[in-house]
């Protein structure tokens, strides 16, 4: 058996079995022994009928009586069994241990015979109880203290049976696969591959577990640091030459508004990149609301004033819209014409635009992805910014690159990664920080109320409206599928608002399937004042950009995540008015409170990420797979920061070496590294 085969070839995996493994991708040996515990049961942790516990513990009692087996329903009964605990003073303790469904415990106790109970404590009404526990008597414990590893629950396979196979396969003298090569092993005191394995499905202590974990981490952060490397080397020579810098200084000065220190050290950053002769690729990451745009802009000045084409890839053909209206503003008093191209205009306009792309007369061209189109030819593209909703992968901006001569990128990101996760999604950009709001900016209160309070929250908006402020109401988008939740769909929001406010103001509606011409005729008569009220969906999460807006009441908030109603949040408080959030949500649920308490309580999007990972875990974060982000069998990127840090050193060693086995080694890796990165869908 070689680690490489089937797991049809250890005994006890038919087809059944071996389809269930499948649907877990485990076909072959190494695949199964690459399948971690989730946890393990440490039935040393020992524990008292005293208190009570989270996690299980193992409890020393003797049984009292042999037990009561009690029915309780037709398919259901209750076995209870008193127990006496000594305390270490002598004392003793009762309690009570209580098995469902489980009548043939009836004849396995018997009185005065001591045993040892796994399992949670529990104390409600000074009764002392455990549920379901596992145990066994004082004479049999050899197996009982054993560090037992608990799997991932996989449909059709027993745990028992899953640990069978995982020692069958180690009974056998089997070659398993080390990547790493020896004399980093040797040189690093690792152990080998397979030690580390038998360590993690077979540990003595948890030391063992942490030993042999910290090996496969090891050699995944490795495996990060390698990928980065290679990516950052793709950032080839730049044939884009660049003149006129100190022409930014006075772009600056044009403005309405000063620049804050984080803007202009971002502008730096990005002429430094410039200067440098290769090509930018960088990622700035601020805030909502800290001013992204304009550093966009001035940037699109540059290239227009060097005779390069921009182009700016916005994720939704509103924020395209917006952001052309924008570009507009502060680009055409200097004589740079702006171009707008979207998958919705029509053939003659679309036309049209694409000549004057292909002239080199459109200087700036805002679109969504039709942007990278094979139709699209550029007269001289010399930068790229895309919105972070977007991140292109290396292969799609490739793509764009093969459109112009090897144009800069300059990635723009609200999403408010921790440093670990921005490092690993973008490693191979470099990072500037935007830290900072611009002057004046006040924090935007925020409440978390239960819905008998819309009706005063829907009089306060009023008070906002009558001194000529604008506001949203955001519900969740629906599917049709769930016509019969509690949730109200945005049809039936949108009408009892008109019915509560009567004609006193002017209220529109906004959400995602509305046909584009109707979505932009709302957008423009909202950002002209045209109307007070707008009930939408989250549609309106990034961009829409009103500084007259004071007030937004997000409805059935536990709908949403936590990244995104911070995102939401945003689209007030971008002006001088104090501004307003408030979350509504009936849902007493205590892990809903305490979401919503981060948003109340936090108005820093790095804090509530930082917050919201905490509560969900790594699992779920940001979707993170739909980001392509690869993912780990031991490494927490999280957690394991530090670890990803330190390996830089041996990571470069292998980079850099010409040891034939290295080389194949790191080769290996890359490969693997992009077919997880480039798998990035583009909605
Ligand atoms: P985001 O980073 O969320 O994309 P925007 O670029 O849309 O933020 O900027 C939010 C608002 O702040 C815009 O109205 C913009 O004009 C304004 N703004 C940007 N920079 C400054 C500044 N330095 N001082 C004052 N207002 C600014
Ligand atoms: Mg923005």
């Known amino acids: ?387 972070e909703q977007h991140r292109f992968g290396v292969k799609q901006r490739g793509r764009l690159s093969l459109k112009g001569e090897t144009p800069h990128t300059l990635v723009m990101s609200a999403t408010p990664i921790p440093r670990t996760l921005a490092l690993i999604l973008y490693g191979d950009l470099d990072v500037s920080y935007i830290d900072e709001l611009p002057k004046g900016r006040k924090k935007i209160k925020t409440y978390f109320y239960n819905e008998k309070s819309y009706p005063k929250i829907l009089n306060f908006m009023a008070d906002e409206m009558n001194k000529g402020r604008q506001a949203f109401v955001i519900c969740p988008f629906i599917e049709e599928s769930e016509e019969m939740s509690e949730v109200k769909d945005i049809q039936s929001v949108f009408s009892e608002v008109k019915q509560f406010y009567g004609s006193r103001y002017r209220i529109a509606c906004l959400y995602s399937r509305m046909p584009a011409e109707d979505k932009k005729q709302i957008i423009d008569a909202f950002n002209s004042c045209e109307i007070d009220l707008l009930v939408a969906t989250s549609i309106i999460e990034v961009g829409i950009d009103v500084p007259n807006v004071s007030v937004i009441t997000i409805l059935s908030a536990d709908r949403f995540g936590l990244s995104q109603l911070h995102q939401l949040r945003g689209r007030v408080g971008r002006g001088m008015h104090q501004s307003y959030c408030f979350l509504v949500s009936n849902s007493r649920n205590e892990q809903t409170i305490e979401r919503m308490r981060v948003i109340v309580n936090n108005h820093s999007g790095k804090k509530i990420a930082d917050e919201d990972y905490r509560l969900r875990g790594p699992g779920d974060y940001f979707g993170l797979k739909q980001h392509g982000f690869p993912e780990f069998k031991a490494l927490n990127p999280y957690e394991d920061f530090d670890l990803i840090s330190e390996t830089k050193r041996v990571a470069t060693e292998i980079y850099n070496s010409s040891d034939k086995e290295t080389m194949a080694y790191r080769a290996r890796i890359i490969e693997t590294f992009y077919k997880n990165l480039s798998e990035i869908s583009m909605n």
Request: glycine residues 6%; charged residues 25%; aromatic residues 10%.
């Open 1 to 387: 058996m070689k680690a490489s085969d089937s797991i049809r070839n250890i005994s006890g995996i038919g087809p059944k079995r071996a389809e269930a493994f499948g649907e877990h991708g485990i076909t072959t040996i190494e695949e199964l022994l690459d399948f971690y515990p989730r946890k393990y049961l440490n039935r040393k942790i020992m524990g008292s009928f005293q208190t009570e516990t989270e996690e299980s513990v193992t409890i020393k009692a003797v049984a009292a009586k042999r037990g009561t087996l009690r029915r309780i329903r037709k398919n259901m009964s209750l076995f209870v069994l008193p127990v006496v605990e000594t305390l270490e003073n002598g004392e003793p303790v009762k309690g009570e241990i209580v098995w469902f469904n489980q009548p043939y415990l009836r004849d396995i106790f018997s009185e005065n015979e001591t045993y040892y109970f796994f399992g949670k404590v529990v104390i409600k009404n000074n009764r002392r109880q455990m549920y379901n526990p596992q145990f066994a008597h004082e004479s049999k414990l050899e197996d009982f203290f054993i560090l037992t590893p608990v799997y991932p629950k996989i449909e059709g396979v027993p745990g028992e049976s899953l640990k069978k196979y995982m020692a069958a396969v180690f009974k056998q003298q089997m070659l398993i696969k080390d990547d790493l090569p020896k004399r980093y092993q040797k040189k690093y005191h690792l152990l080998s591959k397979e030690q580390a394995l038998k360590k993690i499905h077979f540990p003595d202590t948890p030391e063992d577990v942490a030993e042999g974990k910290g090996r496969i981490k090891f050699e995944e952060a490795l495996k990060i640091n390698i990928g980065i490397m290679n990516s950052r080397a793709l950032n080839g020579v730049s044939k884009i030459s660049l003149d006129n810098f100190e022409a930014l200084r006075r772009f600056a000065k044009g403005l309405p508004f000063e620049l804050t220190a984080s803007q202009l050290k971002v502008l730096d950053d990005i002429v430094d990149d410039m200067k440098k002769g290769i090509v930018m690729n960088r990622l700035v990451q601020g805030d909502v609301g800290s001013g992204k745009t304009i550093i966009a802009v001035a940037c699109a000045y540059l290239m227009a004033l060097n005779g390069y084409q921009t182009a700016y890839m916005a994720p939704t053909e509103i924020l395209a819209n917006q952001h052309a209206a924008n570009f507009k503003q502060y680009l055409e008093p200097y004589g740079i014409r702006v171009e707008l191209l979207t998958g919705s205009q029509k053939a003659k306009e679309r036309n049209a635009v694409l000549a004057t792309i292909a002239s080199g007369e459109a200087q700036v061209i805002i679109g969504t992805h039709a942007l990278i189109q094979d139709s699209v030819a550029y007269y001289n593209l010399g930068l790229v910014i895309t919105d």
